[in-house]
């Protein structure tokens, strides 16, 4: 069974503050994403990880940063947060490669992160 | 850029009755349409997925119907009932994208009892 962790289920901060959210997984996946989730827009990728020191933006990436030292570790870095970053963080994993071509993404059950 | 639109963004249906949800996508590079369910308090998990080689693919009461030349796909819950109440997202993605998958925004799906 793939487990997909996040640090926190809720996280109040203040504008300006920088925030870390972090995901881990224990399934020895190569992909790993951070997606953030708002009414009416549905789920929009912020940043994903190939491999480890790896990341490529998404399509919503300002504002944010990433870090992924380990394979099973991947943060999502709010270097000054907004009142407009408030939303619901949605970190997934994924297999790469392998006979399937197809791979499912496994997701965490998500940090609601509130900006004051 | 690359959108992928869903709706209706609300839905409500009567117990045994039939859920149906449409996306339509514009990039004819997508080859891969998954579905996921979302519970309260869950993150999404996969519930089907297709390719666009096949119009149709069914898995107990879930359907996907494909329309290729009208770029468009649906998700049919047959008999449905109140433990389907969820989140639906429809997604593509291009394989080879390192899995990067293009979501609908979501509909709310609500089964009266």
């Known amino acids: 069974d793939v487990k997909v962790t996040q640090s926190s289920r809720y996280l109040v901060k203040r504008t300006g503050e920088k925030v870390f959210l972090e995901c881990v997984q224990d399934?020895?996946?190569?992909?790993m994403f951070w997606y953030r989730q708002d009414p009416g827009l549905g789920l929009r990728l912020i940043y994903f990880s190939y491999d480890v020191k790896m990341k490529e933006k998404g399509d919503i990436p300002e504002g944010y940063s990433v870090s992924r030292e380990k394979k099973e570790r991947f943060s999502l870095i709010l270097e000054s947060a907004s009142t407009n970053q408030t939303s619901m963080y949605l970190c997934?994993?994924?297999?790469?490669?392998?006979?399937?071509?197809?791979?499912?993404?496994?997701f965490g059950p998500g940090t609601r992160l509130t900006v004051l | 850029q690359q959108q992928v639109k869903q709706s209706p963004q609300s839905l409500i249906v009567q117990k045994g009755g039939i859920s149906i949800i449409n996306c339509a996508y514009e990039n004819t590079a997508f080859d891969y349409f998954p579905w996921y369910q979302q519970f309260p308090g869950k993150g999404p998990a996969l519930l089907i997925a297709?390719?666009?080689?096949?119009s149709e693919k069914k898995e107990g009461r879930f359907t996907i119907s494909f329309n290729k030349s009208a770029k468009q796909f649906s998700l049919h819950i047959m008999d449905s009932q109140p433990g389907d109440s969820a989140t639906y997202f429809c997604?593509?993605?291009?394989?080879?994208?390192?899995?990067?998958?293009?979501f609908g925004q979501g509909t709310t799906l609500q089964v009266k009892p």
């Open positions: 399934m020895d996946h190569e992909n």
């Open positions: 997934a994993t994924e297999a790469a490669g392998g006979p399937r071509k197809y791979n499912e993404q496994f």
């Open positions: 997604a593509a993605s291009i394989h080879g994208n390192t899995g990067k998958l293009i």
């Open positions: 297709i390719r666009p080689d096949v």
